[in-house]
């Protein structure tokens, strides 16, 4: 009888949704509950990536079973896009709401208390409410879509769960200070409920629309940027292609820059917060999710730079038109991204360096420096032809060539790397101080690196100017990887 129950395909589905949701929540619980006492020995700083990881693994763990949404947004998003019907839907969200409740009172069986949910009092004096619930917004759609973009795609992949997991790690680290970083209403609903008995209701509804909102935009411009998701076939030369592959570049680079800048401001709105130790890697792990989630549609560049160092490798990646649309998306992006982070934290802004004691000289080695290894980085990972070995970690790479600059460099220069964050963050400023150069200097030296790291590449992958068969962009297709794969194996055995 009990496998026949089990048979029911639904059921099993539900089941799997309810223990992923459930071991989701009563992480949440459980690290806010360690950080909230003083004698745990709990911490903030890695707060994001004990919670990102549970939701990684057990999106790999249950992935094939029902999906792993774990997330009543997630599950709206994907209802919007046509990967899951309504009936499956309902039952999806009803076991993720159960699952929050049965979480969060197994932490307050843990812990003895409840948590209050929603912006706390010194929030609240720093913030509106409108700038807490546009961080939930934000941040959900940045969660939905890269769900759609990875795990709810045509092609396979086996990054899927690591570039969702890390939303959350870069939410967290970015917005987690301003509104609490819940990005699903599961979560809203259960912690709402484990201190119902102190506080009464609190903010979960208001936050479970701002998240319903969230995703119905990752819906509506997973719509935008992958129409043969829904068998709309598309000319790579057509209009709609190039709003595609422009929309995935503006995307990108405003949540990376608006990233950078809710990370940095942090101390500086809230005095009795030091600097997040683990900022660096919450813009790294935005980046990664990012070129992810929009790699396969445009490359993935998200940074002037980079395009720079494609165009500057050769082979026929980019023409100098789309070149220029590039760049000037992302611009946009950039300095859209930092006007978002300067509203949110009441119009406050800060400079590019050099900071400290450091001079110009010290910023130009640091930028040239480390821009080469982002751009060299990208070159070498993620537009060569035989990439077997990093076909599914090419982001990866990408992400953590930031965490290296970023923790060596960024006392000296800020750690830019891009041209769109340094306009971002010089532009943002300029409409408190009125000051708008400082990122001139900047771009020239990471342009100038993306060409260098060019030239090295072209010396370290001479086998790359043969004859290039591979996607425009900057990221291999499924087809490339194939025949790429049964080249080296072919060269292997006659080694």
């Known amino acids: 009888m009990w496998r026949k129950i089990m048979a029911v395909d639904i059921v099993k589905k539900v089941v799997a949704e ?8 009563l992480t949440v619980g459980c690290n806010l509950q360690a950080i909230r006492q003083e004698d745990s020995g709990g911490s903030g700083v890695f707060a994001a990536l004990s919670i990102g990881s549970i939701l990684m693994i057990m999106i790999y763990a249950l992935g094939p079973i029902s999906g792993a949404h774990f997330n009543p947004a997630v599950t709206i998003s994907c209802l919007l896009s046509g990967k899951i019907d309504v009936a499956n839907a309902i039952q999806y969200i009803l076991s993720q709401l159960v699952a929050g409740v049965v979480g969060s009172l197994s ?10 949910f929603g912006p706390s009092p010194r929030q609240l004096a720093m913030f509106k409410w409108y700038h807490v619930l546009t961080v939930e917004l934000l941040f959900t759609f940045m969660l939905c879509f890269v769900v759609l973009n990875t795990a709810c795609i045509k092609k396979d992949n086996q990054y899927f769960g690591l570039a969702i997991g890390f939303v959350i790690v870069a939410g967290g680290n ?17 912690l709402d409920i484990s201190d119902f008995s102190a506080s009464g209701f609190g903010w979960s509804l208001q936050y479970a629309i701002a998240q319903v909102c969230g995703s119905a935009l990752a819906a509506f411009l997973f719509y935008v940027v992958r129409p043969e998701e829904f068998g709309i076939e598309v000319s790579s030369t057509s209009y709609r292609a190039w709003t595609s592959r422009l929309t995935c ?3 990108g680079t405003f949540m990376l820059v608006l990233t950078v800048g809710l990370n940095v401001l942090q101390s500086q709105v809230d005095a009795s917060d030091p600097l997040n130790e683990a900022a660096v890697f919450g813009i790294a792990a935005t980046l990664m999710c990012m070129i992810y989630a929009v790699g396969p549609v445009s490359g993935g560049h998200l940074n002037p730079a ?10 026929g990646m980019l023409s100098w038109t789309e070149y220029a649309l590039y760049i000037l998306t992302q611009m946009v992006g950039g300095v859209c991204g930092a006007t978002m982070y300067s509203w949110l934290c009441e119009w406050r802004t ?3 360096g050099p900071y400290g004691t450091f001079s110009w000289r010290g910023v130009a080695a640091s930028e040239i420096i480390y821009t080469f290894v982002l751009t060299f980085v990208v070159l070498t990972t993620a537009t060569v032809k035989k990439n077997s070995h990093t076909q599914d970690l090419f982001a990866l790479c990408i992400g953590f060539s930031v965490v290296a600059g970023g923790y060596s460099v960024g006392p000296v220069s800020g750690a830019a790397f891009n041209p769109a964050v340094a306009i971002g963050i010089d532009a943002s400023n300029a409409l408190v101080r009125g000051s708008l150069w400082k990122f001139v200097p900047y771009m020239l030296l990471e342009m100038f690196a993306g060409v260098i790291a060019a030239q090295f590449f072209r010396v370290t992958h001479v086998d790359e100017y043969e004859e290039y068969s591979g996607e425009k962009y900057g990221v291999q297709n499924d087809e490339t990887n194939a025949q790429n794969d049964g080249k080296e194996a072919a060269e292997d055995s006659a080694a």
């Not at 309810?18 to 929540?25: C, Q, V, W, Y």
């Not at 980079?306 to 082979?315: D, N, Q």
Request: hydrophobic share 55%; glycine share 20%; charged share 5%.
């Open 249 to 251: 570049e503006f995307v």
């Open 174 to 190: 970015a917005g987690g200070w301003i509104s609490g970083g819940a990005f699903n209403p599961a979560v809203s609903i259960g």
């Open 18 to 25: 309810f223990i992923g949701t459930l071991l989701l929540i």
């Open 350 to 352: 800060f400079g590019l």
């Open 306 to 315: 980079v395009t720079t160092a494609i165009l500057a490798s050769g082979r």
């Open 107 to 116: 932490f307050y069986a843990l812990y003895g208390d409840g948590i209050p």
